[in-house]
């Protein structure tokens, strides 16, 4: 299986081995991941039977000033903005996140937070036979879980809402 780390995060795969699926034709991605894995899964020419995309990082449909907010939090304090993203994470659970903590990028950020899902996109992964999952918690403060979850629901192959949990997955 090949696995994409969410932002400012390394390692942190083993949250999700309960649903990850070990197989040469997995591809795996949380949060930043899920993107990275999409946009692999789109370009590789390798066999992928199944996409799993953990708290996809989905933020199209928020104003540009959410976007604008959070880059400027970045600029002022990258080290405040990694601790409050971290404890935002983890909620609504308490789980200490810092085991998985990577340095993250400006550059990173702004991706994520201007990445545009597309319908296209998916529709042409599942077109080549690929098993599209998206998993979503509902208390997310991260993305926007709502959004998401009307988003995803008709373009991939499962959804699966974790009632009380938040980015990743736990109440």
Known sequence: MIYFSGFCLKGESELFADWLIESDYAVAGF???AILAL???LQSESRIDRL?????AF???LPERFGTR????????PEAYRKQFFQ???APSDRDLSPYAAEGTREELAFLLSYHWEEKKLRRIRECGTIVEVFVGEEDRIID???AIEFFTP??????RFRHAGHILTK
């Open 52 to 56: 799993l995309l953990f708290s996809p």
């Open 31 to 33: 949060s930043l991941g």
């Open 59 to 61: 933020f199209q449909t």
């Open 145 to 147: 879980a709502a959004g």
């Open 70 to 77: 959070q880059l400027r939090a970045w600029d002022r304090d």
């Open 155 to 160: 373009r991939v192959d499962a959804l699966y």
């Open 39 to 41: 946009e692999f899964a």
């Open 88 to 90: 935002n994470c983890a």
